[in-house]
T-cell receptor
Framework: AQSVTQLGSHVSVSEGALVLLRCNYSSSVPPYLFWYVQYPNQGLQLLLKYTTGATLVKGINGFEAEFKKSETSFHLTKPSAHMSDAAEYFCAVTPGHGGSQGNLIFGKGTKLSVKP | DAGVIQSPRHEVTEMGQEVTLRCKPISGHDYLFWYRQTMMRGLELLIYFNNNVPIDDSGMPEDRFSAKMPNASFSTLKIQPSEPRDSAVYFC?????????FGPGTRLTVL
């Protein structure tokens, strides 16, 4: 079974500061991991995903995440926050290659606020 | 591709009325998901289909909710009768190879 824990339901940073959104997962098989972003009044959009290969994954809008198997983590980072990054971010996990495909298991989300 | 299409985008109805939400997945995607999102409960998976067959409906709140997928390009989520606590944003998503693509959602308000 898979599960996702996002630490911090709300994170606030200043414009230009580092963004760090935490995600820990539990999976009985090698996972595929995802970060989605939801802007107000919109659906979820894929930011980046890890399937296999390089553990540092780069996504859109300058975001990246690193898969750390030993820590069962997939934290999302961005070196310098922009006002337009204010949104809700969801981490998700699903069984990877060799596992049965089904739905993504989503975390509860982290709302990011960016102060001017 | 136009992405996942949902209609209507907004629906306001009165308690007791039947509500039907519609979804057109991305062509070629073999999975379709229905989610509900509220402030209180966050994002909840209601049901999902694989190749038009319902696989897991354990998230459907109660018998008032039903979903169908008569073909690969269309799905409906029906609430009958609707209640105020059903007010939420309902998302449809489709996937191929485990990457889910979300529609814009239907904002349902039940008065």
């Amino acid at each position: 079974a898979q599960s996702v824990t996002q630490l911090g339901s709300h994170v606030s940073v200043s414009e230009g500061a580092l963004v760090l959104l935490r995600c820990n997962y539990s999976s009985s098989v090698p996972p595929y991991l995802f970060w989605y972003v939801q802007y107000p009044n919109q659906g979820l959009q894929l930011l980046l995903k890890y399937t296999t290969g390089a553990t540092l994954v780069k996504g859109i809008n300058g975001f990246e995440a690193e898969f750390k198997k030993s820590e069962t983590s997939f934290h999302l980072t961005k070196p310098s926050a922009h006002m337009s990054d204010a949104a809700e971010y969801f981490c998700a996990v699903t069984p990877g290659h060799g596992g049965s495909q089904g739905n993504l298991i989503f975390g509860k989300g982290t709302k990011l606020s960016v102060k001017p | 591709d136009a992405g996942v299409i949902q209609s209507p985008r907004h629906e306001v109805t009165e308690m007791g009325q039947e509500v039907t939400l519609r979804c057109k997945p991305i062509s070629g995607h073999d999975y379709l998901f229905w989610y509900r999102q509220t402030m209180m409960r966050g994002l909840e998976l209601l049901i999902y289909f694989n190749n038009n067959v319902p696989i897991d409906d354990s998230g459907m709140p109660e018998d008032r909710f039903s979903a169908k997928m008569p073909n690969a390009s269309f799905s409906t989520l029906k609430i009958q009768p609707s209640e105020p606590r059903d007010s939420a944003v309902y998302f449809c998503a489709s996937s191929y190879r485990q990457e889910e693509f979300f529609g814009p959602g239907t904002r349902l308000t039940v008065l």
